[in-house]
């Protein structure tokens, strides 16, 4: 993942979403321990281990998890509406970014295998053509974090329910820019019980 250092990095704020409810988990899976660590933190270093000009986590009101969590260099937002869905998230987020922001990077909270070279990756991605959309993809399956271009960001204020920005996918024309990515973190997420076992199984090695 070699990049062109002449070319002007654009100004994208990592947007770490960890204010959901756990439904399909029945309890809070960011905080389950992965490597000595709760899941989201590996998401947070990854980010800060990035070239990402900011990090803003999206936390639920009067969190236990904030306590868990090594959160230096990060702005801290809170979702006031977490049960309407991860729409409020995003759009709590959207509305604490920097006013030269040109791109949000919505990172999931639930992708411990996500790293700091993927993030540059995608970076380095949407810079070239900041008005696309920036989406990782693998043998045709696409994955997260996907990268908002900040002429959307009023469109994302309008989202409603709890499916993120996927909505605005759909849009006829969207200019989207799908970026091959050959490591596993952009697709590995923890949505039950049984992909927590999987991970833990597979990728835990007690680092």
Same mark, same amino acid.
């Given at each position: *993942?070699?990049?062109?250092?002449?070319?002007?990095?654009?100004?994208?704020?990592?947007?770490?979403?960890?204010?959901?409810? @756990?439904?399909? *988990?029945?309890?809070?899976?960011?905080?389950?321990?992965?490597?000595?660590? /709760?899941?989201?933190?590996?998401?947070?270093?990854?980010?800060?281990? @990035?070239? %990402? #000009? @900011?990090?803003?986590?999206?936390? /639920?009101?009067? @969190?236990?998890?904030?306590?868990?969590?090594?959160?230096?260099?990060?702005?801290?937002?809170?979702?006031?509406?977490?049960?309407?869905?991860?729409?409020?998230?995003?759009?709590?987020?959207?509305?604490?970014? /920097?006013?030269?922001?040109?791109?949000? *990077?919505?990172?999931?909270?639930? %992708?411990?295998? %996500?790293?700091?070279?993927?993030?540059?990756?995608?970076?380095w991605s949407f810079s070239q053509e900041p008005h696309?959309?920036?989406?990782?993809?693998?043998?045709?399956?696409?994955?997260?974090?996907? !990268?908002?271009?900040?002429?959307?960001?009023?469109?994302?204020?309008? %989202?409603?329910? #709890?499916?993120g920005a996927r909505p605005l996918l759909a849009t006829?024309?969207? /200019?989207?820019?799908?970026?091959?990515?050959?490591?596993?973190?952009?697709?590995?997420?923890?949505?039950?019980?049984?992909?927590?076992?999987?991970?833990?199984?597979?990728? #835990? !090695?007690?680092?």
């Amino acid at each position: *993942m070699t990049e062109n250092l002449q070319q002007k990095k654009a100004a994208i704020t990592g947007v770490i979403l960890a204010a959901g409810t @756990s439904t399909r *988990m029945g309890r809070d899976k960011l905080s389950l321990s992965f490597r000595g660590k /709760p899941i989201v933190q590996h998401v947070i270093n990854a980010a800060r281990e @990035s070239l %990402l #000009d @900011s990090i803003v986590v999206v936390l /639920p009101v009067d @969190s236990e998890l904030e306590s868990q969590l090594d959160l230096a260099k990060c702005t801290v937002v809170y979702s006031p509406r977490r049960t309407a869905g991860q729409a409020e998230s995003l759009k709590a987020a959207i509305r604490s970014l /920097p006013d030269d922001t040109q791109g949000a *990077m919505a990172l999931l909270g639930d %992708l411990p295998l %996500l790293t700091p070279e993927v993030i540059n990756h995608l970076i380095w991605s949407f810079s070239q053509e900041p008005h696309n959309w920036v989406i990782p993809m693998q043998e045709g399956m696409r994955g997260n974090p996907i !990268t908002i271009p900040q002429q959307w960001f009023e469109k994302v204020l309008e %989202l409603e329910g #709890d499916t993120g920005a996927r909505p605005l996918l759909a849009t006829p024309r969207l /200019p989207i820019r799908l970026v091959k990515i050959n490591e596993i973190g952009p697709f590995v997420d923890v949505d039950t019980e049984e992909q927590y076992e999987l991970l833990l199984k597979r990728y #835990d !090695t007690g680092l």
